[in-house]
């Protein structure tokens, strides 16, 4: 079963956005995941009508979202875009969320208002359209976790690149970074033909760098990136991955498999492939 992403609420969401100028597209500041049949409360963001309030906590669960005093609507797991939609919208009006606590059972529940508000976390993040095969793939600034040092992608020109982007707090992201590190040891013909770079989105580079020392993730190049690098890669969710050929242009945005797509770049380079 495919990892649903978490999705920051305050972003572009696709679904009816024409309806809703972007200068007036506001939110609570609360980034949501699924467990089982439960939407719930991963992280609050900072700056935000959630962080202000103080009503919301991480692991809550959201049970119903209404708007100003019209009756609540469920919201389950299988419905995470729903919540995403109803969650946001004009900055100053109000949404209400039917709210358990962690640890709660399900008749223990409270409701809680935010008024929406502009959140400045929603400058970092791009619309969610990824860039599509055949694509020239961006030549984003990345800061190298080991050593600090300023580099750009178009560094890695003539190699394969697997480039996933993910975070510290992100659940999901968790085993994928896991598998990554798998990979050399997986595929010894990838040597000196593959490039496996973990881009953190983090709010900035030594939460990841802690991170990735704990989990004794190293065998990725581990790099941070900021908000330009995020928008050129139309980033509204993690993980979000994308391989690019020796050319430099998309083969693929979140494939299923992603070693089915590197082994076929690296096949193709030997001649046993066809371009």
């Known amino acids: 079963m495919r990892i649903l992403k978490y999705l920051v609420l305050v972003l572009w969401f696709m679904a009816g ?3 809703v100028p972007s200068d007036d597209i506001a939110g609570i500041g609360v980034v949501l995941g699924v467990e089982g049949q439960n939407i719930v409360v991963k992280r609050i963001l ?5 962080a202000a309030q103080k009503d919301l906590h991480v692991g809550d669960r959201i049970m119903a979202i209404a708007q100003d005093n019209e009756p609540p609507v469920q919201v389950q797991g299988g419905k995470l875009a729903q919540a995403v939609a109803s969650i946001r919208g004009t900055k100053g009006t109000t949404v209400r969320l039917t709210v358990v606590s962690f640890g709660e059972s ?9 008024v929406r ?11 969610g359209v990824l860039l599509t095969n055949g694509m020239k793939a961006p030549d ?6 080991a050593n600090g040092t300023a580099e750009r992608l178009s560094v890695y020109a003539g190699k394969i690149i697997v480039l996933e982007f993910w975070a510290s707090w992100c659940g999901p992201c968790q085993p994928k970074m896991a598998d990554l590190q798998t990979y050399s040891g997986k595929y010894p013909q990838w040597k000196g ?5 973990a881009a953190s989105v983090d709010d900035n580079e030594e939460v990841p760098t802690q991170h990735l020392k704990a989990k004794g993730w190293g065998q990725t190049h581990n790099v941070w990136v900021g908000k330009d690098a995020i928008k050129a890669y139309h980033i509204e969710a993690i993980p979000t991955a994308y391989v690019i050929d020796r050319q430099g242009k998309i083969v693929a945005a979140n494939p299923v498999d992603i070693p089915e797509i590197v082994n076929h770049e690296v096949q193709t380079r030997q001649g046993v492939g066809t371009n």
């Open 193 to 197: 033909k593959v490039v496996l770079i």
């Open 106 to 114: 399900d008749s223990r529940v409270r409701v809680v208002s935010f």
């Open 140 to 145: 984003i600034e990345m800061v190298g976790l």
């Open 17 to 19: 956005a024409a309806e």
């Open 46 to 50: 900072p700056d935000s009508p959630a």
């Open 117 to 127: 508000g502009e959140l400045k976390e929603l400058s970092r993040w791009g619309d």
